[in-house]
């Protein structure tokens, strides 16, 4: 159970420790929600992967996102995606393995993995409201050529509470990247999932590891039970 630390933080149950939270200096961010990697056509299935197994973590981040909505936390979204003149996206990228379709490719929701086209916007359960930020970005982690560090520093932000897909990748990334910075991260394992189940799970492990190296890792339940102490 959570228990409120004082009036603007509260106690996470996490590995490999509890962690206290400012709320004020929190933010929601949801990692690459996209059509593109979340449904049949996209670019995610074009690499031969059973999309529906990323659909487990669409429920524990809206329950999330609806409780952060709720208490006014900044949310941040991000996507994954290139130009159409695919001028930022690395040859080595396009050229990897031997997908149906490549990045550019027209599909079945445009052009895949392309800014702007159907299947680059999140899909529509977890769908940014209007005054929510959103990073588009043409890597795997979320600081890379992206506005994401300036946004956070403006509002003061020390914490991320982090989820979405896929947890190895893009998730693993960019706690990667936002540890050597010095925020804290906390990710949400059941917000987070892979193509992968065993990937999933080495993923979270690697970031808990070593008394928590790159983060610490907790679920929906103990998020949201937090959250509520605070609203209480």
Known sequence: MATTTSAASSMIEAEPAPIAL?????????IDMQRDFMEPGGFGETLGNDVSLLGR???????????????????????????????????AKIERGAPSLRIGDP???????????????????????????VIDKPGKGAFYATELGDILQKYGIENLLVCGVTTEVCVNTTVREANDRGYR???????????????????LAMIKAQGG????????????????????
């Open 57 to 91: 973590a669409v429920g524990p981040i809206a329950a999330v996102l609806a409780a952060a909505r709720a208490m006014g936390l900044l949310v941040v979204h991000t996507r994954e995606g290139h130009r159409p003149d695919l001028t930022d996206a690395p040859p």
């Open 22 to 30: 400012d709320w004020s200096a929190t933010a929601l961010l949801i």
């Open 185 to 203: 991260c906390v990710v949400i394992a059941d917000g987070c999932a892979s193509y992968f189940p065993e990937f999933h799970a080495a993923g």
């Open 107 to 133: 599909g079945p929701m445009g052009r895949i993995l392309i800014r702007g086209e159907p299947g680059h916007d999140i899909i529509p359960e977890l769908y940014p409201r209007a005054e929510e930020i």
């Open 213 to 232: 190296i790159f983060g610490w890792v907790t679920d929906s339940t103990a998020v949201l039970a937090a959250m509520g102490s605070e609203q209480g």
